[in-house]
């Protein structure tokens, strides 16, 4: 293959990448908003004193998700999960939902999925942002090579 072809596809290859990126980021965003918005309604419907930093266990206060990064051939990963079986799903009692009672309202715990899902997408986007990054490299080598 010569390099005008190589180039050719190395370049879709990267503008399909930027465009997961930029979906990627998107969503992000969305959950994020999401999250916040489902946190305010819970806030307003439980309370402003019931639902506060002041709630928050600091002296019991660890992750319960941690990233894991994994190098391979195809270059490097990352992963969301939880610290004991690296799966991603949390202990029950760890839970920061669980720091609010076990009647919460619906839009408490939609924010909370909203959040954990948010914890994924930054994930898959730290794993997309080392993809492009190797491809913006290989594609300004092949370009020195070619000048």
Do not use: C
């Amino acid at each position: 293959m010569n390099a005008d072809a190589e180039l050719n596809l190395l370049s879709l290859e990267l503008l399909r990448l930027m465009d997961e990126y930029i979906t990627l980021q998107k969503n992000l965003e969305s959950r994020m908003n999401h999250g916040y918005l489902h946190l305010t309604k819970a806030r307003y419907i439980m309370g402003e004193k019931h639902l506060s930093s002041t709630q928050i266990p600091y002296s019991e206060l660890t992750a319960t998700t941690k990233s894991f990064r994994d190098s391979n051939d195809d270059g490097t990963t990352f992963r969301i999960g939880d610290e004991n079986t690296k799966s991603g799903i949390q202990n029950i009692t760890k839970r920061p939902i669980n720091w609010f009672g076990i009647l919460t309202p619906q839009s408490l715990k939609s924010a909370d999925v909203s959040f954990s899902k948010s914890i994924q997408l930054a994930g898959d986007l730290a794993s997309l942002s080392v993809k492009l990054q190797k491809s913006i490299q290989k594609f300004e080598g092949l370009l020195e090579k070619q000048a």
